[in-house]
């Protein structure tokens, strides 16, 4: 990897020429697998994430950090997740393992080593709390 973010990388030796993936293409591969996984409330990414949604962007790599090893064609990706109140983590953060893992190797032909997932938090929605004020 360049110190410019940029994996250069021939990812077939009968092409003509090189292929590049920025780092950030890869986190947005990885935020978007995540996502869909059920059970996922959000992705968490800090003050930086939060002032561009505000600003009306839709920060689609969002909680993600990707390393590429320098000409090995190989990857490990953080996550930081809110998890939807009602599933079970360990079962979440495995479907986000898994289906990261597919999409990255499936749309770039890098290895991923590792799907870390960190989840940050659980969130409520207003009927679960609803509920649960109306038990008290």
């Not at 292929?19 to 996502?35: C, D, H, L, P």
């Not at 940050?120 to 008290?136: D, F, M, S």
Request: proline letters at 2%; one cysteine or more.
């Amino acid at each position: 990897m360049a110190s410019d973010g940029v994996l250069r990388t021939d990812l077939d030796e009968n092409s003509v020429g090189t292929t590049q993936i920025a780092n950030e293409v890869i986190a947005v591969i990885a935020g978007m697998a995540a996502t869909e996984v059920s059970g996922v409330a959000d992705m968490s990414g800090g003050i930086v994430g939060g002032i561009a949604e505000r600003l009306g962007r839709k920060n689609l790599s969002k909680g993600v950090k990707v390393e590429v090893a320098p000409d090995e064609r190989k990857c490990n990706v953080e996550l930081s997740i809110i998890c939807e109140y009602g599933y079970r983590i360990p079962d979440v953060a495995r479907a986000i393992q898994e289906s990261v893992k597919e999409a990255i190797e499936g749309m770039t032909g890098l290895e991923v080593t590792a799907v870390n997932v960190h989840v940050l938090g659980v969130a409520i929605h207003p009927e679960v709390r609803t509920q649960e004020e109306n038990k008290e």
